[in-house]
Nanobody, 123 residues
Framework: QVQLVESGGGLVQAGGSLRLSCACKTSAIIFAINDMAWYRQAPGKQRELVAH???????NYAESVKGRFTISSDNAKDTFYLQMDDLKAEDTAVYYC???????????????WGQGTQVTVSA
């Protein structure tokens, strides 16, 4: 079994910071995190891509978060992160991590999702 486990959400005032973590959990060997991303979904809205990083380190961000959010990874810990600075009320949403993994188990692990973590920014 392979799971993405998120942590780090919470309540913060506007202008504050949070760091979300997404840990890849499995008893198998993780050969690589090929592709990783963070999405968010606000009430009544569609899920949207916030940040994406490819295996070679190339990143892209939603226009609304450029310059404020940073996606990064720690391959030794099989974990990736979303550093969120200068948070705004409109960043309030449930945040989901998504990854494409290569692991030592049969099966398709190209589209794994975390359970979601609530981020609430008070104005």
């Amino acid at each position: 079994q392979v799971q993405l486990v998120e942590s780090g959400g919470g309540l913060v005032q506007a202008g504050g910071s949070l760091r979300l973590s997404c840990a890849c959990k499995t008893s198998a060997i993780i050969f690589a995190i090929n592709d990783m991303a963070w999405y968010r979904q606000a009430p009544g809205k569609q899920r949207e891509l916030v940040a994406h990083m490819e295996h070679d380190g190339r990143t892209n961000y939603a226009e609304s978060v450029k310059g404020r959010f940073t996606i990064s990874s720690d391959n030794a810990k099989d974990t990736f992160y979303l550093q969120m600075d200068d948070l705004k009320a409109e960043d309030t949403a449930v945040y989901y991590c998504n990854a494409d993994l290569s692991v030592s188990l049969p099966g398709d692990y190209s589209d794994l999702w975390g359970q979601g973590t609530q981020v609430t920014v008070s104005a």
